[in-house]
């Protein structure tokens, strides 16, 4: 079975840091690009990064830019972020996702696996 | 950046209506757009990409349309289990989603 499965998240205060994790299984990860998307309480959904194959080329949303990090280990198949400086507008379902057939974030293609989440709070 | 806009926000429709949400590209983006849906309390679901290329298992009556700036998803008979909001999405380099369109039975 095809699963994306996240942890790590928690409450934290604000400046504070955390780092999340993806498991991939049932695929074969490192022919994929994988991606961050968040959503905050009862809004929509936000794109957050993305990685390619080979952690060769990413992209961050102008909103975490230089406090997010993504990285990915193939031989784990494993995804993750790490977010320093976090911000009470960071609180939010913390979502990894799964390029449908595109091992390139930037010339990609639509989300086609997501993971069921991880929450991350931030407030003191 | 580019920018996606839906409308509208919200609907409510009858049971076997024909629904119609809209998606609009600040710059032409080709056909690089999808289509998800949300239920309330779950994930998002992918339903079209390439702007009208079914995802398999999609059932038929969801169908997607257009090319550059605008697009559409359509909903052909509206059914209980298709209450949900549904988000377009660019994917030519950063993914940008819309702000999501809620829709509701009557």
């Known amino acids: 079975e095809v699963q994306l499965v996240e942890s790590g998240g928690g409450l934290v205060q604000p400046g504070r840091s955390l780092r999340l994790s993806c498991a991939a299984s049932?695929?074969?990860?490192?022919?994929?690009?994988m991606h961050w998307v968040r959503q905050a309480p009862g809004k929509g959904l936000e794109w957050v990064s993305g990685?390619?194959?080979?952690?060769?080329?990413?992209g961050y949303a102008d909103s975490v830019k230089g406090r997010f990090t993504i990285s990915r280990d193939n031989a784990k198949n494993s995804l993750y972020l790490q977010m320093n400086s976090l911000r009470a507008e960071d609180t939010a379902l913390y979502y990894c996702a799964k390029d449908r057939s595109s091992s390139s974030w930037y010339r990609g293609d639509a989300f086609d696996i997501w993971g069921q989440g991880t929450m991350v709070t931030v407030s003191s | 950046d580019i920018q996606m806009t839906q409308s509208p926000s919200s609907l409510s429709a009858s049971v076997g209506d024909r629904v119609t949400i809209t998606c609009r590209a600040s710059q032409g983006i080709s056909n690089y757009l999808a289509w998800y849906q949300q239920k309330p309390g779950k994930v998002p679901k992918l339903l079209i990409y390439?702007?009208?290329t079914l995802q398999s298992g999609v059932p038929s009556r969801f169908s997607g349309s257009g090319s550059g700036t605008d697009f559409t998803l359509t909903i052909s008979s509206l059914q209980p289990e298709d209450v949900a909001t549904y988000y377009c999405?660019?994917?030519?380099?950063?993914?940008?989603f819309g702000q999501g369109t809620k829709v509701e039975i009557k």
């Open positions: 390439a702007a009208s």
């Open positions: 999405q660019k994917y030519n380099s950063a993914r940008t």
């Open positions: 049932g695929f074969t990860f490192d022919d994929y690009a």
């Open positions: 990685i390619s194959w080979n952690s060769g080329s990413i």
